[in-house]
């Protein structure tokens, strides 16, 4: 299991100097702004077999999303969080397949913190006859709800100061058919869970009297 992290984005209003015309004295003035950053966990799948059935399950675990140092980058204090919540899910090819054409085409479900098994993408098509980059896949509202139970969950835990979530793992299940069914299957392709991290930082900016 990977992690990768981006840096932190903010949105702040420009106040005006100049208004109608009119010279003001600019004033400083406290304002709260969210921050929103992203962090992603991801794990490598190999796709195996001499029949077109394919199934491959793994798991990740929230705990190896490190909050903390994430906040302490961003600026944020652990009491401002507001928010940790599932951004997407992609996918890329890493080793390809030896057939050109080779296609999976199934469904990928989760079973979050020991819930039951929901469909998260359906339907998942893969073309894995040739390496790609990352690709985004529409995600099914049942999947991302029990994932962001667990999310809820770890946000409490960093708000309260540490420690771990239990149950924290989030199990997954890629089942589909491979074609062409007259040779065996065998690529290698990574999924990436890309979390968001929200919370509020107080800052000074320029404003008009």
Sequence with gaps: MRRHHKRVLALLAAAPLALSGCITIPTVADRVVELVT??????TVHAYGNTNTIVN????DVNSIDVVPILADAGIDASELSSITVANLAYRVV?????????????????AGGGPSTDLVNPFEVDAGA??????????????????????????VVKAGGGTVPNGILLY????????????????????????ISGNVRTKVLTGR
């Design 173 to 196: 299940s890629v089942s589909g058919t491979s074609s062409p069914a007259s040779t065996t299957t065998d690529f290698r392709y990574e999924l990436r869970l890309t979390v968001n």
């Design 95 to 111: 080793t390809p397949d030896t057939v050109a054409s080779r296609h999976l085409s199934g469904t990928i479900t989760v079973s």
């Design 131 to 156: 390496v790609t980059g990352w690709i985004t896949v529409p995600m099914q509202h049942a999947g991302i709800t029990q994932m962001n139970h667990l999310l809820a969950e770890l946000l409490a």
């Design 57 to 60: 399950t793994g798991g990740l």
């Design 38 to 43: 992203t962090e992603a966990v991801s794990d």
